[in-house]
């Protein structure tokens, strides 16, 4: 059974087409790695597949209860502390204010967000801090589904590892199936089960990739293999690299 399932996807910005003929599934309690060159799509595909944006065509079938997502950027409330911006998704659920608090407090254990820090606000916190938030944030609700939209680009590379590692382990806890966009092959063979490879000029998927193993059970010479056979003996990935500025918005 399949969490997400898009047919023929296609859309287009002022009459220009930049995404067309996308055919993509994720299967229950898998993640699957969205990769492709800068400008492809990637981002508005997931945006289209998270109901964000509607396609021009095509159908997005969605098997699964309920979705979390997690951006590029932490995209926190400045005025809220880091406890009521993990909450503010349970605000249009309904729980009491107690068990909001409640609830909130459990999703940033999940993440190793230290209680201490519950109380302040986002221009208090690092940027880690501030995306650990947003993922607890994403994770509160339970979602059985997150969208993850390139959100560690901006973290150095160590920070880097501790997130991928912490969504590995949340995923492993619950279960969650997952869409995650990255434009970074090394990221792309740590965290999921397969990789999709977004045509250069988004039209249709270019290929799939199967990951050997579980995400958290590759170790580092396996990844660095995997990463240097993707990226110069794999054909697949050959304009992974390239920029189209002209699609940038």
């Known amino acids: 059974m399949n969490a997400l399932t898009l047919r023929a996807v296609g859309h287009a910005f002022f009459g220009r087409t930049v995404l067309d003929g996308i055919d993509l599934a994720v299967a229950t309690g898998e993640i699957v790695a969205l990769v492709g060159p800068s400008g492809c799509g990637k981002s508005t595909l997931v945006h289209i597949a998270a109901g964000l944006v509607e396609p021009s065509r095509g159908q997005v079938a969605r098997g699964y209860r309920q979705h979390g997502m997690v951006f590029q ?3 926190l409330l400045p005025w809220a502390k880091a406890r009521d911006n993990i909450a503010y998704p349970l605000r249009i ?3 009491r204010r107690a068990e909001r608090r409640r609830l909130a407090e459990a999703a940033a254990e999940r993440v190793a967000f230290a209680a201490e820090d519950l109380d302040k606000y986002p221009a208090e916190l690092s940027g880690g801090m501030r995306q650990r938030v ?3 944030r994403a994770l509160v609700g339970e979602p059985d589904f997150l969208y993850f939209d390139e959100p560690f680009t901006a973290l150095d590379v160590a920070l880097k590892r501790r997130m991928q590692d912490l969504v590995i382990e949340a995923a492993r806890k619950a279960r969650f199936a ?3 966009v990255t434009h970074d092959l090394a990221e792309a063979a740590r965290i999921a089960h397969r990789i999709a490879v977004l045509d250069a000029g988004g039209r249709g998927i270019a290929g799939f990739r199967a990951l050997p193993g579980a995400p958290g059970e590759r170790d580092a010479r396996l990844l660095f293999d995997l990463v240097q056979h993707f990226e110069h003996a794999d054909a697949l990935f050959r304009h ?3 920029v189209d500025e002209r699609r940038i918005a």
């Open 73 to 75: 950027e932490p995209r």
């Open 178 to 180: 997952a869409l995650f």
């Open 134 to 136: 947003a993922i607890a």
């Open 93 to 95: 659920s309904g729980p």
């Open 240 to 242: 992974i690299h390239d």
